[in-house]
């Protein structure tokens, strides 16, 4: 099966700009998804197709892909941006959606 | 506005058998293939299983291969879970989301229930 790897954690002072990366084998061939779920809560698409933003989703949010490692990018981070942030593929090799293993965001 | 809230869940001893429901509504449901994903306490997101939207493909983690059942009914609007010989491992809250195409390769999930908590333990 297809493996994504996450930092995980990630801390950030508000304000700032953080970067969550997700690495996997030419990751860079394959779209990448990206979802945040806060504390209690279900997941919440935020990046879809590398770096397109559903609806909804502040322009702060932003994704891009390439070679082995894909990476969501969360500009003038906001208390609110406190949650767990994970990666997605569809691996066609195996027929199954790989999740990474989440990156908890601490804003200081 | 779309909702997908799931139902079913609770306490089963090891072995035995529990069936999930996610009713959907404010989308139309027969056109969109369908994912269960579950999360294990304190731990990440895992895909379960697929069914496309007519119900005629369907994918499987391989921790639940021949154990777990997707199924749907369009005219209920309903995903179903069927879930036998069950272990302490399948211990999770378990997400119904919508695909965004009708088959079940690729794309991703636009919309998530709310989770429905299945407790496997004697």
């Known amino acids: 099966s297809y493996v994504l790897t996450q930092p995980p954690s990630v801390s950030v002072a508000p304000g700032q700009t953080a970067r969550i990366t997700c690495g996997g084998n030419n990751i860079g061939s394959k779209s990448v998804h990206w979802y945040q779920q806060k504390p209690g809560q279900a997941p919440v698409l935020v990046v879809y197709?590398?770096?397109d933003r559903p609806s909804g989703i502040p322009e702060r949010f932003s994704g891009s892909n390439s070679g082995n490692t894909a990476t969501l990018t969360i500009s003038r981070v906001e208390a609110g941006d406190e949650a767990d942030y994970y990666c997605?593929?569809?691996?066609?090799?195996?027929?199954?959606?790989?999740f990474g293993g989440g990156t908890k965001l601490t804003v200081l | 506005e779309v909702q997908l809230v799931e139902s079913g869940g609770g306490l089963v001893q090891p072995g035995g058998s529990l069936r999930l429901s996610c009713v959907a509504s404010?989308?139309?449901?027969?056109?969109?293939?369908m994912h269960w994903v579950r999360q294990a306490p304190g731990k990440g997101l895992e895909f379960v299983s697929a069914?496309?939207?007519?119900?005629?493909?369907?994918y499987y983690a391989n921790s639940v291969k021949g154990r777990f059942t997707i199924s749907r009914d369009n005219s209920k609007n309903t995903l179903y879970l069927q879930m036998g010989s069950l272990r302490a491992e399948d211990m999770a809250v378990y997400y119904c989301a919508s695909g965004t195409t009708g088959t079940t390769e690729g794309g991703y999930f636009d919309y998530w229930g709310q989770g429905t908590l299945v407790t496997v333990s004697s």
């Open positions: 404010g989308f139309t449901f027969s056109s969109y293939a």
């Open positions: 069914i496309s939207s007519k119900g005629g493909s369907t």
């Open positions: 997605q593929v569809w691996d066609s090799s195996s027929d199954q959606w790989a």
């Open positions: 197709d590398d770096s």
